[in-house]
């Protein structure tokens, strides 16, 4: 079991930067595979950026790739979506998610564990 906790949501004007984290409870946090997901206003939920279980590789969203960078720390058990030159599209409420298999996977439906979700809202 994995209890996941997200946190660094906030309301940022266009061009800006944040950092989201995802906190993890649990000793097997390091064999998990990690992705962040987001759902923007009525719409599905998306894929951002996924971290294999030992950081040694990322997927990106094309919409985020060159602008978000995901890493973790395994020794605090955390997940990190360093979030920069920030776009009013990206307004979502933003998930990390944890699997087992392929941390690449669109499919919502590969992930076992999921937090409660942070709100970034993203001003023209």
């Known amino acids: 079991q994995v209890h996941l906790v997200e946190s660094g949501g906030g309301l940022m004007q266009a061009g800006g930067s944040l950092r989201l984290s995802c906190a993890a409870s649990g000793r097997t946090f390091s064999t998990y595979n990690m992705a962040w997901f987001r759902q923007p206003p009525g719409k599905e939920r998306e894929f951002a950026a996924g971290?294999?279980?030992?950081?040694?590789?990322?997927y990106y969203a094309d919409s985020v790739k060159g602008r978000f960078t995901i890493s973790r720390d395994n020794a605090k058990n955390t997940v990190y979506l360093q979030m920069n030159s920030l776009k009013p599209e990206d307004t979502a409420v933003y998930y990390c998610a944890a699997t087992k298999g392929w941390s690449g996977s669109r499919s919502p439906n590969q992930y076992d564990y999921w937090g409660q979700g942070t709100q970034v809202t993203v001003s023209s």
């Open positions: 971290i294999t279980w030992s950081g040694a590789s990322t």
